[in-house]
């Protein structure tokens, strides 16, 4: 502890440096959020050293140095916004501070009410899970506190992490059934239901997400996963050979299944380079696959622009999915879709904690099979400008009982399978018209937000996970124990 006697943290706010390409002006919106949270520790007699925010490794490598020279006392990281680990882990790794998570949000409440635009504020939790699951497979001590800022008890609680920080270490959550709303029950075999899966990667997976990297020779060994990655210019060719009779003949299929809400063009499009795709994945007898929309980055290419909408009518044909170059999850997805009628990659993206309830999105992947309503397709630009504007599934998902379910890597190539019984809620379609084109779910487990968010954290769940619908915890357990991984069911 400092000389004067008052503990002193070191606050490591985590951001992504594509958003200041994309978006420079939405920085400066977390301002005065961090200097909420700066003064709530300040009023619990925490002094504050507040390193600049952090995108890239040699930007936490220097602040982390820098908290080291002032002799604080725990390092609080904050999630401004999704950040990578890969980016963070090292310098986070090599300090003996201890580390202290703080799991909030700008904004209290995230229900059906919201407007879009309030994604790019309040969705760091999944950066949160993605360092924290790294800090788990290295084996680094680490607390972690979640709620929202305003709770008083939520900074008191990580105040009194730090005020402890000199006296004793802080713990690593080991084994899953160690966490207060969690039990664990045990595998019975080794890898049966992902055997002998072909998995396809278009391109690398997204830098510096470290979560769900495992390398190849790994999932080979530990559960016959066989990866096989190919380059854009692969999916070119195979878009070049669709025909137009192909393109029109799966329009017409589009328009009877879907309420189809876009341009024409861009949708015949979308479908030309989803049909490329298509065939891409029955000529290689592959199983899932994945795909980082980072490689869709030029308009003057046959693959120009992102398949989203054949990336959700593939899981509906049961095929595996997952993003960003996720060939973990997409096994997952494509083992689950096989074995369950409504499966759907997710991702959990902002926590409502005002209405304890948990918001599910990605860009613009979402299987059907989930849909309780008649889905629409709508046309969205890109993300990041680069590629054309595409065609995206959208629609409200079935509200009822459901099970998150995730494949979490652990230290020494260790693996162990988080399920989580919810509740999709009756009142998911959106109220804002905005949000309709976007994917979206809100989702209740049955503890708690904040107990399990930290729960799952401390399990080492990752970002990236799959949702089952029906009541069927029981089913996806016995799934865990023929998998032959330690299963955790939370609440």
């Given at each position: 502890m400092n000389s004067n006697s008052q503990p002193t943290v070191g606050l490591l706010p985590l951001y992504l440096a594509l958003y200041d390409e994309l978006l420079p002006e939405l920085r400066d919106g977390f301002a005065d959020y961090l200097g909420r949270i700066v003064a709530g520790f300040e009023a619990r007699g925490i002094a504050v050293r507040q390193a600049p925010v952090c995108c890239?490794?040699?930007?936490?490598?220097?602040?982390?140095?820098?908290?080291?020279?002032?002799?604080?006392?725990?390092?609080?990281?904050?999630?401004?916004?999704?950040?990578?680990?890969?980016?963070?882990?090292?310098?986070?790794?090599?300090?003996?501070?201890?580390?202290?998570?703080?799991?909030?949000?700008?904004?209290?409440?995230?229900?059906?009410?919201?407007?879009?635009?309030?994604?790019?504020?309040?969705?760091?939790?999944?950066?949160?899970?993605?360092?924290?699951?790294?800090?788990?497979?290295?084996?680094?001590?680490?607390?972690?506190?979640?709620?929202?800022?305003?709770?008083?008890?939520?900074?008191?609680?990580?105040?009194?992490?730090?005020?402890?920080?000199?006296?004793?270490?802080?713990?690593?959550?080991?084994?899953?059934?160690?966490?207060?709303?969690?039990?664990?029950?045990?595998?019975?075999?080794?890898?049966?239901?992902?055997?002998?899966?072909?998995?396809?990667?278009?391109?690398?997976?997204?830098?510096?997400?470290?979560?769900?990297?495992?390398?190849?020779?790994?999932?080979?060994?530990?559960?016959?996963?066989?990866?096989?990655?190919?380059?854009?210019?692969?999916?070119?060719?195979a878009v070049e050979a669709v025909t137009e009779e192909a393109v029109t003949a799966e329009l017409a299929v589009d328009r009877e299944r879907f309420d189809c809400e876009l341009d024409e063009a861009v949708h015949r499009q979308s479908i030309r380079v989803g049909l490329g795709l298509r065939q891409l994945i029955t000529a290689g007898g592959y199983h899932g696959f994945s795909v980082n929309f980072q490689e869709f980055d030029r308009t003057d290419r046959a693959s120009d622009t992102m398949p989203f909408l054949e990336i959700s009518k593939a899981m509906a044909r049961g095929m595996g999915y997952a993003g960003e170059g996720d060939v973990l999850t997409a096994t997952l997805v494509g083992a689950l879709a096989r074995e369950f009628d409504a499966v759907t990659f997710t991702e959990i993206f902002c926590p409502d904690w005002t209405g304890n309830s948990l918001f599910l999105s990605h860009m613009g992947e979402i299987s059907p099979a989930v849909a309780g309503d008649r889905p629409r397709i709508c046309a969205k630009p890109a993300f990041d400008g680069k590629s054309a504007t595409t065609a995206v599934l959208t629609c409200a998902v079935k509200p009822g009982p459901a099970v998150f379910v995730n494949l979490a890597p652990g230290p020494d190539d260790s693996f162990s399978l988080i399920v989580a019984p919810v509740e999709v809620l009756a009142e998911d379609d959106t109220l804002d018209p905005a949000m309709r084109d976007n994917v979206r779910a809100w989702v209740r487990p049955r503890c708690k937000v904040p107990d399990f968010l930290e729960t799952y954290s401390r399990a080492g769940g990752t970002h990236h996970s799959a949702l089952v619908l029906g009541d069927r915890m029981e089913v996806v357990v016995a799934f865990g124990r023929t998998l032959g991984v330690e299963t955790c069911v939370i609440g």
């Open positions: 890239v490794a040699y930007e936490f490598e220097a602040a982390v140095r820098q908290f080291e020279g002032d002799g604080i006392d725990a390092i609080v990281t904050l999630h401004l916004a999704y950040s990578p680990s890969l980016e963070a882990i090292d310098a986070l790794c090599g300090t003996s501070l201890p580390i202290v998570m703080l799991d909030t949000t700008m904004d209290a409440a995230y229900g059906v009410d919201v407007s879009p635009d309030r994604l790019m504020y309040n969705h760091g939790v999944h950066g949160v899970m993605d360092l924290a699951s790294m800090l788990r497979r290295r084996e680094k001590p680490y607390e972690i506190v979640a709620g929202h800022y305003s709770d008083p008890a939520l900074l008191e609680r990580a105040a009194e992490i730090v005020r402890n920080a000199s006296a004793a270490d802080t713990t690593v959550a080991g084994r899953c059934g160690d966490a207060a709303t969690a039990d664990t029950v045990h595998p019975s075999s080794a890898g049966a239901p992902m055997n002998n899966n072909r998995i396809l990667r278009i391109g690398d997976a997204f830098t510096g997400m470290g979560d769900f990297a495992v390398e190849p020779e790994l999932l080979r060994e530990r559960f016959g996963i066989e990866v096989e990655q190919v380059e854009l210019e692969a999916l070119d060719k």
